[in-house]
């Protein structure tokens, strides 16, 4: 289970998990905040590198779980054939699997945006307001 995120440092111990067993499924959660922050993740590209299923769901909602599940089974009836997985070998698939974007905006960031133009807006309309009474109210 890894964060999208985090994923380069979750994924550092992937070698150590591969020489003990190569029935791996690497779980990816979080691919929306990802997102919104500029970071894309080729998931095909991903677990063709590393040679195991990757599976984006997210934990606190059932969207997911069937694939996760589906992936287990695949796992569990057919392993994958053993390859080496080194720390290099990481690296390259994450260059190759993880780019950055630009970031994305979101609903969220225009209507904080259009409150605080909105604020100001008003603020100065009363800054001209009271000018206005006090200078030329005479």
Do not use: E, K
């Not at 905040?33 to 677990?47: E, N, P, Q, S, Y």
């Not at 630009?102 to 209507?111: K, P």
């Amino acid at each position: 289970v890894t964060p999208a995120l985090d994923l380069r440092r979750a994924l550092a111990a992937v070698p150590a998990l591969w020489q003990r067993s190569h029935r791996l499924v690497v779980y990816v959660t979080g691919m929306g905040a990802a997102r919104r922050r500029g970071v894309f993740i080729d998931t095909a590209a991903l677990a063709a590198g590393l040679g195991c299923p990757v599976v984006v769901a997210t934990p606190y909602s059932s969207r997911g779980v069937n694939r996760l599940l589906a992936a287990v089974d695949r796992v569990v009836h057919f392993p994958p054939a053993p390859h080496s997985l080194g720390d290099t070998h990481i690296q390259t698939v994450l260059v190759a699997a993880v780019r950055p974007g630009n970031r994305v905006r979101t609903f969220r960031h225009r209507r904080v945006w259009m409150a605080a133009l909105c604020v100001t807006f008003w603020v100065l309309a009363a800054l001209a307001l009271a000018l206005l009474l006090y200078f030329g109210g005479g």
